[in-house]
Each structure stands twice: as C-alpha cells, then as structure tokens.
C-alpha cells in the first residue's frame, strides 16, 4: 500500500469524538514525530493503518469468529 494513503483522511469516516487507544509510549512517539513530518493528524495515520489492517484481515478475522462459535 502507497504511503500516500496512510497520509490522506478519508472522506467517508464519519466526524467525531475520537476514541483513545492505549499503545506503547515508543510507538506514539513515532507517530507523532510522522505526523508533524507529513504534516498530518497523527490520528489520521493511525486509523488509516488500523483500516487497512481490518480490510486486509477482515475475512479470516470473522471466519476465526465464526470458528470459535462453533466450538
């Protein structure tokens, strides 16, 4: 995936409160440091990255689900 898409808030989500996740302080660290790089909202490249991780699992993550019902 092109770096330009982790950099670009997407259109379709909708505005809001924004919930807090809790990461490591290194990893906030770094986002933050490429936010203010790119000049973007640090909370826009984390849920980019969040976004792209659940269209890339999303099928195995619910067939895992499905799975465990099962049981």
């Keep these: 995936m092109s770096l330009d898409r ?8 909708p505005k809001g409160r924004n919930r807090t996740i809790n990461i490591e302080d ?3 660290s770094y986002y933050k440091k490429v936010a203010a790089h790119y000049n973007v909202n640090m909370s826009t490249i984390i849920t980019n990255i969040l976004s ?3 269209d890339e ?15």
Excluded: G, P, Q
């Design 52 to 54: 792209a991780w659940k």
């Design 6 to 13: 982790f950099l670009i808030e997407s259109e379709k989500r």
């Design 57 to 71: 699992n999303d099928y195995e993550i619910k067939n895992d689900m499905i799975r465990k019902l099962k049981e």
């Design 26 to 28: 290194n990893l906030h």
